[in-house]
């Protein structure tokens, strides 16, 4: 059962609420997780890695570089540091489920439309900008397409296009929150129980559920991700790179 996330501090500028909750305060506390371990990951950097923090670091890198970056046809230099921010912040959000008592940002589905409209907002500037503003529209329309059936594609296509934030926001949001409810319910199960042998069956079956979640937040965060970049890279960011080989 869904409850009203508690309000830790009450802060209200005219009519905008602000108040720190309990999942606003674990989305700060996983964005300074990010920051601190680009800090740690960069300290006495070596040609040859020497420490474990720079070969966990390197490692992410490579693959948000191999599985995200060109796969998108990206630039590398202008978006890696951006989608291993987003990689990195949505995972230690997703982590934050694991967490007793922990509320995670990535389950509140108005977190989850902000990050998306986010790059949606910036993969439309980048748009207009490759496209020019008459070209904006023509360039929704899949190449090769000519003729009355334009008429026709074009509302679909324009839809198509809104769209894909509040997809990408409620995809990352209901699994997310749909896993936790899941542990949660399994955990209902123990404390339910009258008998000692299903409470050992819904902790195990915690457990495991618990495993599989951290597997979960690691692939949405990759899926979000790798969205995110191909909102970008077919807005236009893309052909820009290619052009530039």
Not at 153 to 165: A, N, W
């Amino acid at each position: 059962m869904h409850q009203q996330v508690p309000i830790l501090l009450p802060i209200y500028l005219g009519g905008l609420d602000l108040s720190i909750t309990a999942q606003v305060l674990w989305t700060i506390i996983s964005a300074l997780a990010v920051v601190c371990l680009g800090l740690w990951a960069r300290r006495r950097i070596h040609m040859v890695p020497e420490r474990l923090s720079q070969h966990l670091f390197e490692i992410t890198i490579d693959f948000i570089d191999k599985q995200i970056i060109e796969p998108n046809e990206l630039e590398p230099r202008r978006w890696t540091p951006v989608f291993l921010s987003l990689f990195l912040f949505i995972f230690f959000n997703n982590l934050v489920n694991v967490l007793p008592g922990a509320s995670a940002g990535t389950g509140n589905l108005n977190e989850t439309l902000a990050l998306a409209f986010i790059f949606f907002a910036l993969a439309l500037g980048i748009r207009v900008k490759a496209h020019g503003p008459f070209g904006f529209f023509k360039s929704i329309i899949p190449e090769g397409i000519k003729g009355p059936i334009v008429v026709l594609l074009f509302p679909i296509e324009f839809i198509s296009l809104l769209f894909q934030p509040l997809s990408l926001a409620i995809r990352l949001f209901a699994n997310m929150f749909g896993g936790h409810l899941l542990f949660i319910t399994i955990l209902a199960f123990a404390a339910a129980a009258q008998n000692a042998f299903v409470p050992v069956l819904s902790v195990g079956g915690s457990i495991l559920i618990l495993l599989f979640e951290i597997f979960v937040g690691f692939i949405q965060a990759y899926i979000f991700s790798f969205l995110a970049a191909l909102m970008v890279s077919e807005a236009g960011a893309g052909i820009q790179s290619a052009n530039n080989h």
